[in-house]
């Protein structure tokens, strides 16, 4: 079915908004974060809905291209990529493990402890690339996490504030045709200096899901097969493995888990036999809170998919509508779902929610054709591209993290970038009311919207928003096959 103007394939979610726009009542101050030589940045590289790579301290960490072409040629420009770290205006390489050149940073916890991965200088045959190692930086130093097993390959997802590394890692070297990585996961907790394999739900395998806001010690959650080759959502707590349920289909993903142990997710239904990427799964959103699963539905399409959730258990993302002919934002809280799609907007998309409740997001009109990224705070929705000083040069297209003290990192082009990928930059946002009034004097105006900017930022968002509804998860990529959000 035709999405109005646009057929596309995405999904979305924000905060209460109300039928008109509210005047700007928030400005920042944009840093442009430059990169580490190369021509793009990326922020956090498993995608959006992870894990935090901004602490509240304002520590911004991620990975960029250097100078050097990478023969491997993993990201979109071929260049070489390095984990750096940003604080106060000073970039450093975080560099990688010795013999190696790649590396990147996935978060960043209060202590300013890092995880990410590093190339090494060994080889692996199944992938037919230099071998990966998690590692964290703490103190300046790079630490290699090691693997499981007799593993080849491991990556760290996020590090909690207790200094808790969650990740994945191959345990043997026996091939294995369905993994991206070429031979069986398990996902692993590395703590005081050990990496503990936590084991799978009766199957082969199993994959941790994104720290969102970096839950509290000894909890993680994931996904995993089972005995029966079906693939459920797990919550581990301290050892202790428990099977969460599907929605009566045969594969579910957690998405993330906050202190209180509670999980967001999304589930096949019942009937969900031979569908695949080509005739698309019905998914819903669904909760589950020491041992209650619920179902929260979508705004009267057939899918439903979470982004994020925050430790006062409201979830962001985003629902199909009656007829499957829009995504609306959504907002999950108690049970309930809210549309929150303003008038005129046909796709919005959340991809963070901090405690204060602020959301941030992108909306699109499909019959104007004007692109926005947007916080909304208190009932009010902001176009950040418009809070920031008139001089600014950036273009914001891509929001992906605001902590709690409402500052926002992302990715936005430079003049004469097209395409987020090859050239993209990432920034930081910091409000105006706790930045000072440096480069804060001034709003925005139309300039910073000028139509060949629109275009190349709605093409982004499409593409981007393709990409997710391709691959919600990486888990989804990994193990569960890949879940589409589409009109039927």
């Given amino acids: 079915?035709?999405?109005?103007?646009?057929?596309?394939?995405?999904?979305?979610?924000?905060?209460?908004?109300?039928?008109?726009?509210?005047?700007?009542?928030?400005?920042?101050?944009?840093?442009?974060?430059?990169?580490?030589?190369?021509?793009?940045?990326?922020?956090?590289?498993?995608?959006?809905?992870?894990?935090?790579?901004?602490?509240?301290?304002?520590?911004?960490?991620?990975?960029?291209?250097?100078?050097?072409?990478?023969?491997?040629?993993?990201?979109?420009?071929?260049?070489?990529?390095?984990?750096?770290?940003?604080?106060?205006g000073v970039l450093t390489d975080l560099g990688s493990l010795d013999g190696a050149s790649f590396s990147h940073a996935t978060s960043v916890n209060a202590r300013g402890w890092i995880t990410g991965g590093s190339f090494m200088s060994d080889f692996d045959p199944l992938k037919k690339q230099p071998v990966e190692h998690a590692v964290l930086w703490k103190d300046g130093k790079i630490n290699d996490l090691g693997t499981l097993g007799t593993g080849l390959e491991s990556a760290a997802l996020y590090v909690n504030n207790p200094g808790e590394v969650v990740g994945f890692s191959t345990f043997d070297t026996t091939p294995d045709p369905f993994s991206f990585l070429g031979a069986a996961i398990h996902a692993f907790i590395w703590r005081h200096g050990v990496m503990q394999d936590l084991g799978t739900l009766g199957g082969r395998d199993s994959f941790p899901a994104g720290g969102c806001n970096n839950q509290r010690a000894g909890l993680v959650a994931g996904a995993s097969t089972t005995s029966s080759g079906e693939s459920h959502a797990f919550l581990w707590d301290n050892g202790t493995m428990t099977d969460i349920p599907t929605l009566g289909g045969t594969s579910a993903v957690a998405q993330?888990?906050?202190?209180?142990?509670?999980?967001?997710?999304?589930?096949?239904?019942?009937?969900?036999?031979?569908c695949n990427t080509d005739n698309g799964c019905a998914v819903h959103t669904f909760s589950w809170d020491h041992g209650t699963l619920q179902d929260l539905g979508t705004l009267g399409g057939t899918s439903s998919i979470p982004v994020w959730l925050n430790n006062n258990g409201e979830a962001v993302g985003g629902a199909l509508t009656t007829g499957n002919e829009e995504v609306h934002a959504t907002l999950w809280k108690n049970g309930q779902i809210t549309d929150l799609n303003r008038d005129g907007d046909?796709?919005?998309?959340?991809?963070?929610?901090?405690?204060?409740?602020?959301?941030?997001?992108?909306?699109?009109?499909?019959?104007?054709?004007?692109?926005?990224?947007?916080?909304?705070?208190n009932g009010s929705i902001i176009d950040l591209n418009a809070a920031t000083a008139s001089d600014s040069k950036l273009f914001l297209i891509e929001p992906d993290n605001i902590n709690d003290r409402g500052e926002i990192v992302g990715r936005g082009v430079p003049p004469g970038c097209d395409n987020l990928d090859l050239c993209g930059h990432v920034f930081l946002l910091i409000p105006c009311d706790h930045a000072g009034n440096q480069q804060c004097e001034e709003h925005s105006d139309s300039a910073r919207t000028a139509a060949t900017k629109q275009r190349h930022a709605a093409r982004e968002f499409l593409d981007l928003s393709r990409a997710r509804f391709r691959q919600p998860h990486q888990v989804s990529r990994a193990r569960q096959g890949n879940y589409i959000l589409s009109p039927k």
């Fill in 1 to 88: 079915m035709k999405f109005r103007t646009l057929t596309c394939v995405i999904i979305l979610a924000v905060l209460t908004i109300p039928t008109q726009l509210i005047a700007q009542q928030i400005r920042y101050k944009l840093i442009d974060i430059p990169t580490l030589g190369g021509p793009a940045a990326i922020g956090q590289v498993d995608g959006q809905g992870i894990s935090q790579f901004i602490n509240n301290p304002g520590v911004v960490v991620g990975g960029s291209d250097i100078d050097v072409p990478d023969p491997f040629c993993l990201n979109p420009g071929c260049f070489t990529p390095h984990a750096f770290r940003w604080k106060d």
């Fill in 256 to 274: 993330c888990a906050n202190n209180a142990g509670q999980v967001i997710g999304f589930s096949n239904l019942t009937g969900d036999e031979g």
């Fill in 346 to 377: 046909c796709f919005s998309f959340a991809t963070g929610i901090n405690s204060h409740h602020q959301i941030i997001g992108n909306t699109f009109n499909c019959e104007t054709g004007t692109f926005r990224m947007v916080l909304w705070r």
